[in-house]
């Protein structure tokens, strides 16, 4: 009897976990809406972007950052001037420990979202050199396509998460 009372209990955990999933994605799924109408209505360079307290980075295809946050600038230490010049492509900084970023990266000009955890360093991804220091706040990443009104991908974002 008591066996069949554990897996009952493991069965009804079971199935809080995965409707506790369902929600994560579905609250996932929400943000990638508004943000991709919030970029369709004021375009890339919104001052909610701006503003999020997550950093948050826009690319294009080729991985050159196009796009950086407030809290992505200060955070990993770089130059608003770094950007429109081109200097910041997080491919050329893709190393074993974070590779798979160069698969999300890919992935989302496939239309594919994908989340990442336990990154090591991913605020390194967009430092121009290797003087960046260390910071343990951020570990997971959604990565996102950035979609125009006619369906086309012409932009990736990842937005970091602690």
């Known amino acids: 009897m008591e066996e069949k009372k554990t897996k ?12 506790f999933i369902e929600q994560k994605v579905e609250d996932q799924d929400r943000f990638i809406n508004r943000f991709q109408a919030l970029v369709q209505k004021e375009g890339l360079f919104s001052q909610v972007i701006d503003n999020l307290p997550h950093p948050i980075a826009i690319f294009d ?13 200060k955070e990993a230490n770089i130059s608003l001037s770094d950007i429109p010049a081109g200097r910041i492509n997080l491919l050329n900084r893709i190393t074993n420990e974070n590779y798979p970023v160069l698969e999300a990266v890919e992935d989302v000009f496939l239309g594919e979202t994908t989340v990442l955890k336990n ?6 991804l967009f430092s121009r050199d290797d003087s960046y220091t ?14 125009e009104s006619s369906g086309r ?10």
């Open 134 to 147: 260390a910071s343990a706040n951020f570990q997971s990443a959604v990565f996102f396509p950035v979609v």
């Open 119 to 124: 990154l090591h360093e991913p605020l390194s």
């Open 8 to 19: 009952e209990q493991l069965l009804k955990e079971m199935i809080e976990m995965q409707k």
């Open 61 to 73: 295809h080729s991985g050159v950052l196009t796009m950086a946050n407030k809290t992505l600038l």
């Open 153 to 162: 991908i012409f932009h990736g974002a990842v937005l970091l998460m602690k």
